[in-house]
């Protein structure tokens, strides 16, 4: 086992770490609180809390490879943490068999949704991440940040971007958003209504700074070339080393934002995407398209500035299909 690599081994191969304790070199105090979910920092209420989860998705590995990597110099003393942390390897039967999950998309059993599916492994896992994910919030006065690691299916015109949940009341936070410049995220989609994700759960539940961040192309694992993911893994190193760094100043023109217009439901097994395979994230939609159809419901563009998100004809009846966005900026 390669010392990069044995704490993704060690979440990979074990069956129930609860309260299993481990005492890296760096004397930090830090346990196992469940399978692939590990907890690492100091007590103090005062100090920021940091959630960082992968793996959602199983296929989506350079993420998980990134966030082991911290994970295994913060334990050998390379990495100074100066914030508490957890970090969770989500969804380990699929991270297991390279596939984005194995009975159900554990990104849409969040908030609760788990609960219409309680026989499914998958939605048990969600119900265990919501749990330990309160519990850890729970515990802190300081900032609670929830960074939520993906990659996508397809490729996108912009290659890395952030999905902001839905806020309700609560303005958006435009440290956050400088942040994620820094961490060379190219666009930012704003949500417009709740789901059941992972981010909007942490961000609605836990009132976290929390944020769905996809950051290129899913490969297997040992696949990735990890410099394109160098941005990322230096941003959130400054971050858990230094939390109180003060961030650049937000810029508006230097990222675009985009909302959610309305997402692209499959009711029945008669839906049709009027989309190539080859189609990617963010590609405009020109003024008139038929984007899809499913029955006597037809989905058209409108003006010309709209564009596809996660296009996914093969989801089940029920679910989101696609996402329709247009250009955005913050009141």
């Not at 006065?141 to 929830?146: V, Y």
Request: aromatic share 8%; with cysteine; charged share 20%.
């Amino acid at each position: 086992m390669t010392q990069a690599s044995r704490f993704l081994q060690h979440a990979l191969h074990s069956v129930n770490d609860a309260n299993d304790s481990w005492s890296p070199p760096s004397g930090l105090a830090s346990r196992w609180l469940a399978a692939g979910c590990v907890e690492i920092g100091t007590a103090r209420p005062e100090a920021d809390s940091v959630l960082l989860s992968c793996g959602v998705h199983g296929n989506e590995t350079a993420p998980i490879e990134v966030v082991d990597a911290i994970l295994a110099d913060i334990a050998d003393g390379k990495l100074p943490l100066n914030c508490r942390l957890l970090v969770m390897f989500a969804n380990l039967a699929a991270m297991r068999d390279g596939v984005r999950y194995r009975d159900y998309d554990m990104n849409r059993l969040f908030n609760g949704a788990h609960g219409k599916y309680a026989e499914l492994a998958e939605a048990r896992r969600a119900a265990e991440l919501e749990a330990l994910a309160s519990g850890f919030f729970s515990q802190t006065r300081a900032r609670r940040l929830h960074y939520d690691l993906h990659t996508a299916i397809r490729g996108s015109v912009f290659e890395k971007f952030a999905i902001y949940p839905y806020l309700h009341q609560r303005p958006h936070n435009r440290q956050q958003l400088a942040w994620l410049q820094q961490c060379g995220i190219e666009a930012t989609l704003l949500h417009s209504q709740p789901a059941n994700t992972f981010s909007y759960f942490t961000s609605q539940r836990c009132q976290a700074d929390a944020f769905t961040l996809e950051l290129g192309k899913a490969r297997p694992f040992g696949q990735n070339d990890l410099t394109r993911f160098a941005g990322i893994d230096q941003a959130l190193r400054r971050l858990l080393s230094a939390p109180e760094a003060p961030a650049l100043g937000y810029q508006p023109d230097a990222m675009p934002l985009f909302r959610a217009k309305y997402d692209l439901v499959k009711h029945s097994e008669a839906f049709v995407l009027h989309l190539a395979d080859s189609v990617e994230n963010f590609t405009l939609l020109p003024d008139g398209m038929l984007i899809a159809e499913d029955g006597d419901t037809r989905y058209l563009a409108a003006g010309g500035e709209e564009r596809i998100l996660f296009p996914n004809p093969s989801v089940k009846p029920g679910l989101r299909a696609g996402i329709v966005v247009e250009p955005a900026r913050l009141d």
